[in-house]
């Protein structure tokens, strides 16, 4: 626009000297030097339309280029832009995933600890305290169920607490024992072992379910068997208890005529 500003300009400068110079001439000079003026006017004119022509073609040339690299530039940019949208949308959806991967696995972990035992103690036993004395046996459950040794492998302590169906303080604490029993860590185990119920012969056995279910105790009590004999035999008194460790090994001293009272305290040292 400018460009074409400036050619009328010019063009109405170049009129405004001619009418000037034709005022001032003869009238036949006038004629002649009208038609020369008018000549040289006239390409003057033209040349400066072409000029504006080729101004304006440039203009719009250089105007097409600057849109053109506008453009680009836009287009570059919406590009880089998409790009970083992107990034940011992979990057957001990889830490939900990861997130998403964490809570899994956590919630994984903690379903096998609730399967495994979630509620678990630090059980410290010294070293002086464990005996080379180790419980082999087999023998058959209350039920029926053939057990071993391999009973304690499962915890870190187990409580092994020997009674009888004829003995009046065994059942008036076997209360205390159900109880016990259902408040223990899952690392901890109790286990019973009837000495006047014996494996294969069915006397007492009765009368020592009744005991059980009387209390509502829920842990394994096991029949006395040949193996079991050698450790049972050795107490002179009922009830009793001693402490055994997940590879069978006796821990400390054998609590000959021990009550609930004694067995806890007991307990309670070993426990952290």
């Known amino acids: 626009m400018k460009s074409v500003l400036k050619v009328i300009t010019i063009i109405l400068a170049a009129l405004g000297v001619l009418f000037i110079i034709i005022m001032f001439l003869p009238d036949d000079e006038k004629e002649e030097s ?11 004119a033209d040349n400066a339309i072409a000029q504006a022509a080729d101004d304006i073609s440039e ?24 790009v970083n949208e992107a990034d940011e949308q992979a990057a957001t959806a990889s830490a939900e995933t990861a997130a998403n991967v964490a809570d899994e696995t956590a919630a994984n972990e903690n379903e096998d600890s609730a399967e495994a035992g979630g509620n678990l103690v630090q059980v410290s036993i010294p070293a002086s305290e464990v005996s080379d004395n180790t419980m082999r046996f087999k023998t058959m459950s209350l039920d029926e169920k053939q057990v071993t040794q391999d009973i304690f492998s499962g915890y870190d302590l187990t409580v092994v607490h020997v009674w009888g169906t004829f003995c009046g303080p065994c059942i008036a604490e076997m209360g205390d024992y159900a109880k016990f029993y259902d408040e223990l860590p899952d690392n901890v185990n109790l286990v019973g072992v009837i000495c006047d119920v014996y494996d294969g012969i069915d006397n007492n056995v009765k009368a020592a379910d009744k005991i059980l279910s009387d209390a509502g105790a829920g842990f394994m009590n096991l029949r006395t068997s ?13 009830p009793s208890s001693f402490f055994v460790d997940k590879e069978g090994h006796i821990i400390g001293e054998l609590m000959d005529g ?8 007991r307990l309670d040292g070993y426990l952290k």
């Not at 009208?34 to 003057?44: E, R, Y």
């Not at 021990?258 to 305290?265: H, I, R, T, V, Y």
């Open 226 to 238: 040949d193996d079991l004999y050698d450790i049972v035999g050795e107490f002179r008194y009922v």
């Open 59 to 82: 203009n719009n040339e250089s105007q097409q280029t600057a849109d053109d690299s506008s453009e680009a530039t836009a287009v570059t940019a919406s590009a880089e832009t998409a």
């Open 34 to 44: 009208g038609q020369d003026t008018a000549v040289t006017v006239q390409a003057d």
């Open 258 to 265: 021990a009550s609930f009272g004694d067995m806890k305290s």
